[in-house]
């Protein structure tokens, strides 16, 4: 099949977070299987600014679109994935793309997106690539179903054949611009195409008009895919889901283990396997000492690897843990970056326990690493979880991940019964403090009994998470779009 495949992000070079591995993973098991993907994403200055050997495509100079008032010019350049041919076509718009991060709280941000969602579909022209499917992520390129149906219909012979897949990967970020800026959807000729109680209220919701004019929605794990149905944890859109409940499906994320697998992993100190774990406990020497925190034996030493937001929960890690830091039962390393007063909040907590919690704030793939090897224990109370990659990467690195139960953490995560020996980490169900100081209870309690300790990093590490059988799922869906 001819997939276009558009995303605000592609890991290593445009990450922010887990959306930059999908949109690495997926197209490339896509292309290893034999199909032809055109994978559009910005050129964001800090791409340029990689180093990146960038190849300009001869027929990809000179695009121009009219978006509303404006009138953008792009061209495309190519680099290949890492680890694979599949070429990755960057949009080259320095006016757009060429600023400090990857998102910005801009004017023109939707602007910058939509233009993204425009140069895919001039992409497709321009290189006469005609998609059987167009595979849409996030509100960023969310208008493509639309743009398809009425200003690009009569491209037949580019688009005639395309059925468009919507997935969503994070509801808590829709798009929502004021309808006075319809202009900038460059759709305003075709108004009464979008949701006219919205447009009535004043706004225009990208990731909604997604919802309503793709051939089929998905998201990232089974059970967002039913919370996002609920009014709970729809963000004001479940009941337009609910509406096309016959096509939203939950596929979980697949992890790469070219990437995270603690026998090949270059940016960590020692490479361990599941056969030996010696490594690991290496591991965690290195990570504290690089960290200038003391190694303690017997002490566990919990991770947190975050964008500092509300999703993610981590207020209960800040109200629950200096309990257990005071007496000495756990360490704590924190890496992220993100909203100010969780910043502060993890300094703060730095500064109170100096030798026992380490903040690294800032973006660091290699401290990532080292923490998901280094770590005995992972921290995601997330209030919702799409599907979360950072829970997979642990229980590949034999490191017990303590999740809330919600989207793909409760999808991807047993917990562990001391009886049974089953289970891959400890997953609690309350939102709140008592949820989460019994769930370190219950993993400081695994972590001191050598045996169980044991059975559950091997239940964790001999999990298979791999995209194979993902990319069948998706191919699958593919396939009934076409069967129509
Ligand atoms: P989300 O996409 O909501 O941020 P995921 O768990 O799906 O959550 O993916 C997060 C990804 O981003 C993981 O690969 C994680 O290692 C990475 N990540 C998050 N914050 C940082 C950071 N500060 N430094 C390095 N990697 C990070
Ligand atoms: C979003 C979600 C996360 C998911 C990622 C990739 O950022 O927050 O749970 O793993 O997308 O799908």
């Known amino acids: 099949m001819k997939i276009l ?49 960038l190849t300009p495509v001869p027929r990809g100079q000179n695009i121009s679109v009219r978006i509303g008032p404006h009138e953008l010019r792009f061209s495309l350049h190519t680099a290949p994935l890492e680890g694979s041919d599949q070429l990755v076509h960057f949009v080259h718009c320095s006016q757009l793309y060429n600023r400090e991060g990857l998102y910005t709280q801009d004017d023109d941000e939707h602007l910058r997106f939509i233009a993204l ?68 959807t460059g759709l305003a000729d075709s108004a009464h195409l979008f949701h006219q109680d919205q447009l009535d209220a004043g706004i225009v919701n990208l990731m909604l008009t997604g919802i309503l004019y793709a051939d089929a929605v998905t998201t990232v794990s089974p059970t967002y895919a039913r919370e996002i149905q609920t009014p709970e944890l729809g963000m004001g859109l479940d009941a337009f889901l609910r509406a096309r409940a016959s096509t939203v499906v939950g596929i979980l994320n697949g992890i790469d283990p070219t990437e995270w697998s603690p026998e090949t992993d270059k940016r960590i100190a020692h490479r361990y396997s599941r056969a030996d774990l010696a490594g690991k406990e290496r591991n965690k020497y290195a990570l504290l000492t690089s960290l200038g925190l003391p190694y303690v034996e017997g002490v566990p030493v919990a991770g947190v690897v975050s964008r500092l937001t509300g999703q993610k929960g981590l207020e209960l890690v800040l109200e629950v843990l200096p309990h257990f830091l005071a007496r000495g039962q756990i360490q704590l390393t924190v890496l992220g970056s993100g909203a100010s007063g969780l910043e502060e909040a993890f300094s703060a907590l730095q500064r109170r326990f100096p030798r026992s919690v380490c903040f690294y704030r800032g973006f660091s793939n290699d401290l990532a690493h080292q923490i998901e090897a280094g770590a005995d224990l992972f921290l995601m109370p997330s209030r919702y979880e799409p599907s979360g990659l950072n829970q997979m990467y642990s229980m590949n690195y034999g490191t017990i991940p303590i999740v809330r139960a919600t989207g793909g953490l409760r999808d991807s995560v047993q917990h562990f019964d001391r009886q049974t020996g089953r289970g891959t980490g400890v997953v609690f169900d309350h939102f709140n403090a008592e949820g989460l100081r019994w769930a370190v209870r219950q993993a400081l309690d695994i972590y001191s009994d050598g045996g169980a300790r044991a059975q559950i990093r091997d239940n964790a590490m001999s999990q298979d998470f791999s995209w194979q059988r993902r990319v069948a799922i998706y191919e699958t869906l593919y396939e009934r779009l076409h069967r129509g």
């Open 5 to 53: 495949y558009v995303t605000s992000e592609v890991s290593p070079w445009a990450k922010a977070g887990g959306l930059a591995d999908i949109s690495a993973a997926l197209p490339r098991h896509l292309h290893a299987r034999g199909h032809e993907v055109l994978l559009v994403v910005p050129l964001y200055g800090r791409v340029q600014r990689a180093g990146l050997d």
């Open 117 to 184: 969602s425009y140069a895919a579909l001039a992409a497709c022209q321009r290189l006469g690539f005609s998609p059987d499917i167009a595979h849409v992520h996030d509100w960023q390129s969310a208008i493509i179903p639309l743009a398809l149906r009425c200003r690009y219909a009569w491209d037949h012979k580019r688009f005639g054949r395309t059925k468009t897949v919507l997935t969503i990967h994070n509801l808590g970020h829709q798009g929502a611009i004021p309808a006075h800026k319809l202009q900038d």
